[in-house]
């Protein structure tokens, strides 16, 4: 079974504080996403990577940033962090041949004061 | 562009009704469309995907391409499908997946 992981289920933080939200995979997947969901809005992609070092932006990357040093690791990066970025996070990942079928982590919710 | 829309934020029915949640979508090529579903308390993960034509607890989905649709339907609504559904679509990019902003499902005993 794959398992996705996020190193919080839930956070805290001020305004102007840099927050980095870990995702780890032990599947091997190529690809690894950030998403964040609101209501009313659904699901919408931050940034995704298709291969280590590699990253590329999504439909919200404005305030993000990503790292991903390790395969099975994808690093979401707030670099300084404001209230309307107060969001559930969820992590993604999938197989490159598997198409675009993905695996869930818990999510991460994130509230900025 | 790529789009994905669900038109009721919340569908309620009585346990045994008929369940149909609507997903229409917009993109020119051949997408593949997907339900993911997240019951309370857990993950986001796949109900069922058009191009394996199968029925997930009891959950079909057929694409109809003419109407742009993919709706989800279930017979018979049970407690245990309350949940948050969404529709989403892969075009171009096979990897990634754009989602719509979601029908919760209330089921009422």
């Known amino acids: 079974d794959v398992k996705v992981t996020q190193s919080s289920r839930y956070l805290v933080k001020r305004t102007g504080e840099k927050v980095f939200l870990e995702c780890v995979q032990d599947?091997?997947?190529?690809?690894m996403f950030w998403y964040r969901q609101d209501p009313g809005l659904g699901l919408r992609l931050i940034y995704f990577?298709?291969?280590?070092?590699?990253?590329e932006k999504g439909d919200i990357p404005e305030g993000y940033s990503v790292s991903r040093e390790k395969k099975e690791r994808f690093s979401l990066i707030l670099e300084s962090a404001s209230t309307n970025q107060t969001s559930m996070y969820l992590c993604?990942?999938?197989?490159?041949?598997?198409?675009?079928?993905?695996?869930f982590g818990p999510g991460t919710r994130l509230t900025v004061t | 562009a790529q789009r994905v829309t669900q038109p009721e934020k919340l569908l309620s029915v009585f346990k045994g009704a008929p369940v149909e949640l609507k997903c229409n979508y917009s993109y020119s090529g051949s997408p593949e469309l997907f339900w993911y579903v997240q019951y309370s308390r857990q993950r986001l993960q796949l109900l069922l995907r058009?191009?394996s034509r199968e029925s997930i607890k009891g959950f079909t989905a057929d694409l109809n391409k003419g109407e742009t649709s993919f709706h989800l339907k279930k017979p018979f609504a049970q407690e245990e499908d309350s949940a948050m559904y969404y529709c989403a679509l892969s075009g171009g990019d096979g990897n990634k997946l754009v989602f719509g902003a979601g029908t919760i499902l209330r089921v009422k005993s």
């Open positions: 993604a990942s999938s197989l490159a041949a598997g198409g675009p079928k993905q695996y």
């Open positions: 599947m091997d997947h190529e690809n």
């Open positions: 058009h191009i």
């Open positions: 990577s298709y291969d280590v070092k590699m990253k």
